[in-house]
Structures are given as C-alpha cells and as structure tokens.
C-alpha cells in the first residue's frame, strides 16, 4: 500500500509569512504526528493527532499548530516564520490504537525561510 | 523518556559486521529500545525494537543485557547502501512521541 505522501515537498517562504504542510498517512492508520529536523536541535517532535484529536505536544511555540482531518490527513501551520523556522518538517503516521513505538515517516516536506 | 548515547560515527568496510551500541542509563521499566535508520532527505525508517535479551529480523539484531543500561544494534555484512544515520530510541510506547538523539552517522566504504 501507498506509504506516508508529504505535500509540497520542498517550499521557499519569507520572515513573517505563514506556511500550511499536508500530511496523507498510510490508509487505515489513525495517529499522525509531526517531527522538526534541524542540523542544530536534530529531530525533534512537535505533536501527535489522533482521531481528528491533539494527543501529544512538543516544546514548539503557538506559532505551531496542526489539525487532523476525519480520513486522517493531517496538515500543519506555522504562523509569522522566523529564519529558525527552516528545517525538514517530516510526518509520521501509525495505527494509533497500540503505541509500538515503529512509526511510518513521509519524505518530508523542506522548508526555507528567507 | 530515557536519554541515549551512541557514537557520533562509524566507519566500515562492504562486507563486515557492524555494531553500535547505544547508552541508556536512566531507561525506565516500561521503555522499549528502538533503532531507526534515515537517509538524507528521507524520513527515519524503523529497524527494530526489543525490552531484553536478542531479537533478530532480516536486517539486523539488537542486543540487550540484562540490565537493560545498554544496547547493541548488529548489522550483519553491510554493504554501501547501508551508509546513513543510525538512531537509537527509548520510548515508553504510551505515544508516539519520540525522542530522537544525535544519532550515528555510519559511513561504509568499498
């Protein structure tokens, strides 16, 4: 089956404008949660969806926010982007229903902030 | 969630056995070890993930003593393709929250 698909993969933004990332996970699976990646700071997470839900959060400011759909897809905002703000966005999705631990990651989506 | 320590990089050779051992002094009773691997420009992929003792699948085994402050991720005769970033993970499985360290970065050469 299809994996974990990542829209748009790569993007060029300047300081202040907003940016949405699109999420489709692997079809039946339920949770889908977001990791930042950095050559600084490496990957680190910044929330889980599941069942159109907010299940877990990371340590990111309210600039981040994310939603989950009803078909699970799952999109991504950051608001007012800093130059920080350029990194690998990356999606992960699982079943959701028992937390295992393996998670399915997308390509990524490559975001630079002028 | 435990902290790991693993080895900034490796070098091998096409052919030879690798072994990264990963630190986890502080790992909880309910924490799994997990190893992934990630490409550049690529998401992480898992490879595999065990509580004690050794479990194998087709691409590698992974070591834990009984103490569980430790493990050891084998890659058996690895090849060129296996060059890429080695994660080791320890997660409680009560989300998929995870945490992610430094990494080791294996570099294999012909």
Not at chain 1, 72 to 84: A, K, Q, Y
Not at chain 2, 5 to 10: K, L, N
Not at chain 2, 91 to 108: K, S, Y
């Amino acid at each position: 089956k299809a994996g974990v698909t990542q829209t748009p993969r790569y993007l060029i933004k300047t300081r202040g404008q907003q940016v949405t990332l699109s999420c489709s996970p692997i079809s039946g699976h339920r949770s889908v949660s977001w990791y930042q990646q950095t050559p600084g700071q490496g990957l680190q997470f910044l929330f889980e969806y599941f069942s159109e839900t907010q299940r877990n959060k990371g340590n990111f400011p309210g600039r981040f926010s994310g939603r989950q759909f009803s078909n699970s897809r799952s999109e991504m905002n950051v608001s007012t982007l800093e130059l920080g703000d350029s990194a690998l966005y990356l999606c992960a999705s699982s079943p959701g229903t028992e937390n295992t631990g393996e998670l399915f990651f997308g390509e990524g989506s490559r975001l630079t902030v002028l | 969630l435990a902290k790991t320590t693993q080895p900034i990089s490796m070098d091998s050779y096409e052919g030879q056995e690798v072994n990264i051992t990963c630190s986890h002094n502080n790992i909880a009773t309910n924490d799994y070890i997990t190893w992934y691997q990630q490409f550049p420009s690529q998401g992480p992929r898992f490879i595999i993930q065990g509580y004690k003792t050794k479990v194998t699948n087709e691409v590698a085994s992974l070591f834990i003593p009984a103490d569980r402050k430790s493990s050891t991720l084998s890659l058996p005769r690895v090849s060129l393709s296996d060059t890429a970033v080695y994660y080791c993970l320890a997660n409680n499985n009560a989300g998929n929250m995870l945490t992610f360290g430094g990494g080791t970065r294996l570099m294999v050469k012909p």
